[in-house]
């Protein structure tokens, strides 16, 4: 069963209730803020002071970075991960499947359905889909079709957080050995050995990697596993005490209750795509 309704703040909803899940998607920025199985706690985080309002990114569940990723310090007036996360995207399609019983939701954004300012930041022609799939495992599959005469360059992102029990009983596996570039400390690339324990502010992206990413929750007691395709990188966020404190949108403590793990093609691992052709990248968390 699925149902779209108003918020009162004008935001519209699309509310999923299925014999294994239930989930919340809003129109604006086609993005998933909620979704748990029956008789589990919320897989994603959202922040209790996240703002519903107009043009603005909600602050936790699943944001779509696109079309780049982080800041721009080339152009500082573009926003921070696209504008992708904050405009209204169209509701194509929602299919309940007799096969699985999932959910499928198809939400649409095109370069016609972008403000002025937005298209002089990227002046491409494009379609750009997301695809979730809610059942007894959540996917995502978001595309960018290249619909005019000349190739263009992304960067991108399922900017996922996940509620965890409490950050210091988390532990992320399958990153060992791979190469990230810490925000932190100027984007140097460091070394990664043992599995991730989160202990501090921690902004890393994790490069050339298509490896699974396991997420250990011993407070939970639940194992998450997180596959993606057509993604070069993997990014791991949590803002930690001084930084949760500055940002409005952010609970204090929220913090010890999340992390990110995000699906991407950021930094070096850019994507161009040619006239006519198109990417995907997926995350299936399960």
Request: glycine share 8%; proline share 4%; charged share 20%.
């Amino acid at each position: 069963m699925h149902k779209l309704v108003t918020a009162e703040n004008g935001l519209e909803i699309i509310e999923i209730i299925n014999h294994d899940a239930t989930a919340k998607i809003a129109l604006q920025g086609a993005h998933l803020f909620e979704y748990a199985r029956h008789g589990q706690p919320e897989l994603l985080w959202l922040s209790p002071t996240a703002r519903f309002e107009p043009g603005r990114a909600i602050r936790g569940g699943v944001p779509v970075c696109w079309p780049w990723f982080g800041m721009d310090t080339d152009i500082p007036e573009r926003p921070q991960h696209g504008f992708a996360r904050s405009v209204l995207w169209r509701l194509e399609s929602v299919e309940e499947s007799d096969e699985t019983g999932s959910t499928i939701v198809t939400l649409m954004l095109d370069d016609t359905m972008l403000e002025q300012h937005e298209r002089r930041w990227f002046p491409y022609l494009f379609e750009l889909a997301l695809r979730i799939t809610v059942g007894e495992h959540l996917e995502l599959s978001l595309t960018t079709k290249n619909l005019g005469s000349e190739p263009f360059e992304i960067t991108e992102a399922l900017h996922t957080y996940f509620n965890v029990g409490n950050i210091a009983a988390v532990s992320i596996v399958g990153l060992e050995g791979i190469t990230y570039a810490d925000a932190l400390d100027g984007f140097a690339q460091k070394a990664s050995g043992a599995p991730i324990g989160i202990t501090c502010e921690t902004d890393r992206v994790y490069l050339d990697t298509e490896d699974t990413v396991i997420l250990l929750d011993e407070r939970l007691g639940r194992t998450v596993i997180v596959g993606k395709s057509g993604s070069s990188s993997t990014v791991v966020w949590n803002p930690w005490i001084d930084k949760a404190a500055r940002m409005e949108d952010f609970a204090d403590d929220g913090y010890t209750s999340m992390v990110c793990i995000e699906t991407a093609n950021a930094l070096s691992n850019t994507v161009v795509i040619a006239p006519g052709q198109s990417h995907t990248i997926t995350q299936s968390v399960k």
